[in-house]
């Protein structure tokens, strides 16, 4: 009886351990208001959409100005960033990385160049 109560505590220890761990890794999933700053073209404004499909990060995001789609090609995931590649007609293969500030909001940057500030869409 011991025995069984020590396995049943262990499986529920680890059952919260990796729900927890499911939480904090899912912290960029859902729809994020991005606006890219001092471009060429102005400010950009974007809605980044983000889901996790079985164990990988996939997006898109859409201009706001023209309604244009871009998919996501690789999105490079750590604890608290995210490095997002897409391809671009005009400008061929591009980057942007966001970082987590706090629950609401991200920042970062497109190529290294221009700033990028977000904030999760609220539905």
Do not use: C, H
Not at 18 to 41: H, L
Not at 85 to 102: H, I, K, M, P, V
Request: hydrophobic share 40%; no cysteine.
């Amino acid at each position: 009886m011991k025995k069984l109560s020590i396995l049943v505590f262990f499986f529920a220890t680890l059952l919260f351990s990796s729900a927890s761990r499911a939480q904090t890794t899912d912290y960029f999933v859902g729809d994020w208001e991005v606006q890219i700053k001092d471009t060429p073209m102005g400010t950009i404004s974007v809605i980044l959409s983000l889901e996790r499909v079985d164990v990988n990060l996939v997006g898109k995001f859409v201009d706001n100005a023209s309604g244009t789609e871009t998919k996501m090609n690789e999105i490079t995931e750590s604890e608290n960033s995210l490095t997002l590649n897409f391809a671009s007609a005009e400008y061929g293969d591009l980057y942007f990385t966001l970082q987590r500030e706090d629950d609401e909001n991200v920042s970062g940057s497109l190529m290294d160049t221009y700033a990028m500030e977000g904030k999760r869409v609220i539905k």
